[in-house]
């Protein structure tokens, strides 16, 4: 198995308040994504990473920023979270031609 | 865009056969295609390149339709741990990896 972690596994927060979920990989592997999970959307691609401290947007980038300052970690950061950023958050690393998903974070805002 | 899938669910009895469809507006480069069990993380199945063959995987496999932009899933003899939420995901160049997903289909096999 692609070693890919995700932390925290369940969060709970409030409206308003900022929320940073982390990635991490071993695989040493230049690209990462995040995607956010909804019922009826299937993945939706929120930022992707191409390097250290190289970004850009996915198709659902609105209230979400990312930062990689190394190869292994990958951040994405809720500034002011928001009801409709209730979701599962799954990070994945490429692999021979696939993708490799962490296992989630699923994340309440009330 | 987000690529269609039919049905939106299906359920089979253990044994039987079922055809999972993925349709896209744009030209593909590849299709992929993702098992997910409740509360865990997708896990892939298989890839299918433009110009590439239809794949296998066990008694799934799977074909493109470079000209429709169509891949189509099937499943032979299903068995109960065939059961799943299954994604295609479609990919418009060979760069980045970058996949849109479609909102699945739920399989449900019964004994």
């Known amino acids: 198995d692609a070693g890919i972690t995700q932390s925290p596994r369940h969060k709970v927060t409030e409206t308003g308040t900022p929320v940073t979920l982390r990635c991490h990989q071993t695989?040493?592997?230049?690209?990462m994504y995040w995607y956010r999970q909804d019922p009826g959307h299937g993945l939706r691609l929120i930022h992707y990473?191409?390097?250290?401290?190289?970004?850009d947007k996915g198709e659902v980038s609105d209230g979400y920023s990312v930062s990689r300052s190394k190869t292994e970690d990958f951040l994405l950061t809720l500034e002011s979270a928001t009801s409709s950023q209730t979701s599962v958050y799954f990070c994945?690393?490429?692999?021979?031609?696939?993708?490799?998903f962490g296992e989630g974070s699923r994340l309440t805002v009330l | 865009q987000q690529p269609v899938q039919s049905p939106q669910a299906v359920i089979l009895r253990e044994g039987e056969d079922a055809v999972i469809n993925c349709s896209s507006s744009?030209?593909?480069?590849?299709v992929h295609w993702y098992r997910q069990k409740h509360g865990e993380a997708p896990v892939f199945l298989m890839i299918?390149?433009?110009?590439?063959e239809q794949k296998g995987h066990e008694k799934i496999s799977a074909s493109f339709n470079e000209k429709k932009q169509q891949s189509s899933l099937y499943l032979t003899a299903s068995q109960l741990s065939y059961s799943g939420t299954y994604f295609c995901?479609?990919?418009?160049?060979?760069?980045?990896?970058?996949?849109?997903f479609g909102s699945g289909t739920q399989l449900t096999v019964l004994p």
């Open positions: 994945a690393i490429p692999g021979a031609g696939e993708l490799f």
């Open positions: 695989e040493n592997h230049r690209y």
């Open positions: 990473s191409y390097g250290v401290k190289d970004t």
């Open positions: 744009k030209a593909l480069y590849s």
């Open positions: 299918l390149l433009k110009g590439g």
């Open positions: 995901g479609t990919e418009t160049s060979g760069s980045a990896r970058q996949l849109t």
